[in-house]
């Protein structure tokens, strides 16, 4: 299984950015895809998940500001962006993991989101 990344980059605060995710391969019919992201200096944490039957989980942080979405037929996840803060900068990674277990088995290359003016 490969999962690739794509469309991080800078914005300004209050801006917006649409990130995906495209898997390949051997994929679980079972499965949950997760964005995490990790700050400079801080550890990894979960931004969003989102399950293939398509239920979602997003971080307090971030409720109400981001979405997350899939597009089964492609096993392609994205992560919405809006209102974006200083604090939502980092490098943010997908992940894919078996409905039932709490690690993720594949992660992405991640993307780098930075929120600056």
């Known amino acids: 299984v490969q999962l690739q990344a794509s469309g991080g980059g800078l914005v300004q605060p209050g801006g917006s950015l649409r990130l995906s995710c495209a898997a390949s391969?051997?994929?679980?019919?079972?499965?949950?895809m997760a964005w995490y992201r990790q700050a400079p200096g801080k550890e990894r944490e979960m931004v969003a998940s989102?399950?293939?039957?398509?239920?979602?989980r997003l971080a307090d942080a971030v409720t109400g500001r981001f979405a997350i979405s899939r597009d089964g037929a492609k096993s392609t996840v994205y992560l919405h962006m809006d209102s974006l803060k200083p604090e939502d900068t980092g490098v943010y990674y997908c992940?894919?993991?078996?409905?039932?277990?709490?690690?993720?088995?594949?992660w992405g290359q991640g993307t780098q989101v930075t929120v600056s003016s």
């Open positions: 992940g894919l993991r078996r409905a039932w277990s709490p690690d993720m088995a594949y």
């Open positions: 391969g051997s994929i679980f019919n079972e499965n949950v």
């Open positions: 989102i399950s293939n039957l398509g239920t979602t």
